[in-house]
């Protein structure tokens, strides 16, 4: 199976400031298809994960702008550019080029 | 509005069987492959299985594999999950999502506990 590896495990941020997590993936990304499918999920604390980002870099409808994502091959990063308080909880890449894989999570706490 | 409502989920012993059901709502049931993800209590998330709009195909962990089966019933919105020969191991919430493998479930039901002991 793919290996999700994300960094860091927990991320304390200021509110207002930037957040960077970082997934890196054992095996490429890159389907035959020519698409990567590299996803991003929020967890709020006591919820069902919500998807923030399918394949690397689009915002699903609803999802603030400040969250973006990024990446090729086997390293993708998902950036937060203004941390507000609701953007509390834990992170996790998935990888849905292979047999689908999720990350460890990161959890995002406010100083 | 896009719902997902999981049941089924209570304490059983290990051996035991048990079926759990997603009810979909306020979308088009028939044309979405769908998905089962758990979260043992405290930790990440395990995809589970997942199968094709019309039932065709289906997919399922390694570690489930020959104990658990995905199914649809696109004349009933529903999607379940049949767990047999289940194992302390099994202890989960079980999510159930819209969607396949590839981009992921979106959204994802509120889940339904299952727990897994003697």
């Known amino acids: 199976d793919v290996v999700m590896t994300q960094s860091p495990l927990s991320l304390p941020v200021t509110l207002g400031q930037p957040a960077s997590i970082s997934c890196r993936s054992s095996?490429?990304?890159?389907?035959?298809?020519?698409?990567?499918?590299l996803n991003w999920f929020q967890q709020r604390p006591g919820q069902s994960p919500r998807r923030l980002i399918y394949?690397?870099?689009n915002r699903d409808s609803g999802v603030p702008d400040r969250f973006s994502g990024s990446g090729s091959g086997t390293d993708f990063t998902l950036r937060i550019s203004r941390v507000e308080a609701e953007d509390v909880g834990v992170y996790y890449c998935?990888?849905?080029?292979?047999?689908?894989?999720f990350g460890g999570g990161t959890k995002v706490e406010i100083k | 509005e896009v719902q997902l409502v999981e049941s089924g989920g209570v304490f059983v012993q290990p051996g035991g069987s048990l079926r759990l059901t997603c009810a979909a709502s306020?979308?088009?049931?028939?044309?979405?492959?769908m998905s089962w993800v758990r979260q043992a209590p405290g930790k990440g998330l395990e995809w589970v299985a997942h199968?094709?709009?019309?039932?065709?195909?289906?997919y399922h962990v390694d570690s489930v594999k020959g104990r658990f089966t995905i199914s649809r019933d696109n004349a009933k919105n529903s999607l379940y999950l049949q767990m047999n020969s289940l194992r302390a191991e099994d202890t989960a919430v079980y999510y159930c999502?819209?969607?396949?493998?590839?981009?992921?479930?979106?959204?994802w039901g509120q889940g339904t506990l299952v727990t897994v002991s003697s």
């Open positions: 999502g819209r969607g396949g493998s590839k981009s992921g479930p979106d959204p």
């Open positions: 306020g979308f088009p049931f028939s044309t979405y492959w």
């Open positions: 199968i094709k709009e019309d039932g065709s195909q289906t």
């Open positions: 095996q490429s990304l890159v389907h035959s298809d020519g698409n990567t499918y």
């Open positions: 394949r690397v870099s």
């Open positions: 998935m990888q849905g080029t292979h047999w689908p894989t």
